[in-house]
Each structure stands twice: as structure tokens, then as C-alpha cells.
């Protein structure tokens, strides 16, 4: 159980066009999902986080009109690269919630990487 | 959240047991131990969490300090798929605004 996919696992796209990620909770309902992002040989760097109807919260120094996120459903987020650019190429990993109480349980998707030509 | 201290690299000889440690010194008694794993460009994997009493599942075993300052993440028999980089996170369980925030982790290396 606990399954979060991501969609696409890889994609190429040319400067100053926009990519759509998708973060699919599939075997259980996330309140909350989490992305984030990873450079080569580096942590992962949290970017946002969104409730299920609400805007999302973006961390300090990520541009909330540049990565646009969609928490539509209890199963589904997207993020939108839009105008993207060479240096936003980067491992792009999503996770979700179980629940909203208790002990924190957080699973993550396989990640999709961005390269931006 | 309370900052963890991990080593950032171990080697471990395949079929021995990997035992990576964390420090967490400030950690608050609302405060439970976690930790991750990291495969080469995959997604980070949960491995297993705790509050105060040693836990262990299928995957691991943790090991938490009386005074819970430290812990241990025990692999009992390392294989070489268990090559990754290990994340101790501590976090607490309450608010609704709950967040993983990663540190640099341990990258084990599982030797044959």
C-alpha cells in the first residue's frame, strides 16, 4: 500500500516552454503532497506543499508563479514548470501524506527529471 | 525541527550488519526519529520510525537512547541493493502544516 506515482518519469522540453508533472497518490487519499526538488549530488530541497483545495505554500525562494501547483483532488497534484529554463533542469520529487493526525507517514514518487534544453 | 547529525558516508560488507547513526541532541519530546533511503535517482523510500522504544520491521531495526539524543538505524544483513543514501529526520506529529525536510544523509556503501 502507501503507492505515490509520478508522471512523466523523464522529459526534455526547449527553453521558455512549460512541463506538467503529475503526482498520483494511487491507493490511498493524500491531504497533504509535498514537492520537491534535487540537484546532482545534493539533499532534496523542498518547494511547496499542498492541501487538497487550498493554494499551496511555497518554501522562501521558490517563485510561486514560475512552478505553479494544483492540488485539484484527494489523489492528484500537478507542477507546472512554466517558462522553463536550462538551470531549472533538476530531479523533481513529489510526496504525499497518509492522514492528518498521528505520527508523520510520507511517501514519496519515483521523481521525474527535467532536463530543459 | 530538531537538526540531525549523520556521518556523511559508511562502508559496509555485504551480509554484516550496517549500523548508521544520527545525532539529534535538541530533540523534543513530541519529537519522532525517521528515516529514508534514497536509491540512485529514485524516489526516497520510508524505512521505518520511532518516539522512544527501539522499533523494528522487515526493513530495519532503530535503536533510540534512553535519553532519545541519538539513534541508530540497524540493517542486519546488508546486501548491495541496500547501497543509498540513509536520511535521519526528526519531526513532530502535530499541526496541520507537517513537512520532511532532508539534511545531507549518510551515503552507505555496500562493499561485496
Known amino acids: 500500500g502507501a503507492v505515490v506515482s509520478q508522471h512523466p518519469s523523464w522529459v526534455i522540453c526547449k527553453s521558455g516552454t512549460s512541463v506538467k508533472i503529475e503526482c498520483r497518490s494511487l491507493d490511498f487519499q493524500a491531504t497533504t503532497m509535498f514537492w520537491y526538488r534535487q540537484f546532482p549530488k545534493q539533499s532534496l530541497m523542498l518547494m511547496a506543499t499542498?492541501?487538497?483545495?487550498?493554494?499551496?505554500?511555497?518554501e522562501q525562494g521558490v517563485e510561486k508563479d514560475k512552478f505553479l501547483i494544483n492540488h485539484a483532488s484527494l489523489t492528484l497534484s500537478t507542477l507546472t514548470v512554466t517558462s522553463a529554463h536550462p538551470e531549472d533542469s533538476s530531479f523533481y520529487i513529489c510526496?504525499?501524506?497518509?492522514?492528518?493526525?498521528?505520527?508523520?507517514?510520507?511517501?514519496f514518487g519515483p521523481g521525474t527529471r527535467l532536463t530543459v534544453t | 525541527d530538531a537538526k540531525t547529525t549523520q556521518p556523511p558516508s559508511m562502508d559496509c560488507a555485504e551480509g554484516r550488519a550496517a549500523n548508521l547513526p544520527c545525532n539529534h541532541s535538541t530533540i523534543s519530546g513530541n519529537e519522532y526519529v525517521y528515516w529514508y533511503r534514497q536509491i540512485h535517482s529514485q524516489g526516497p523510500q520510508y524505512i521505518i520510525h520511532g518516539l522512544k522504544n527501539n522499533e523494528t520491521n522487515e526493513m530495519a531495526s532503530l535503536i533510540i537512547t534512553e535519553d532519545r539524543k541519538s539513534s541508530t538505524l540497524i540493517l542486519p544483513h546488508a546486501t548491495l541493493r541496500d547501497t543509498a543514501v540513509y536520511y535521519c529526520i526528526v519531526r513532530g506529529n502535530s499541526g496541520g502544516y507537517q513537512k520532511v525536510t532532508f539534511g545531507i544523509g549518510t551515503k552507505l556503501q555496500v562493499i561485496p
Open positions: 510526496s504525499a501524506r497518509v492522514g492528518t493526525s498521528g505520527p508523520l507517514e510520507q511517501y
Open positions: 499542498s492541501n487538497e483545495g487550498s493554494k499551496a505554500t511555497y
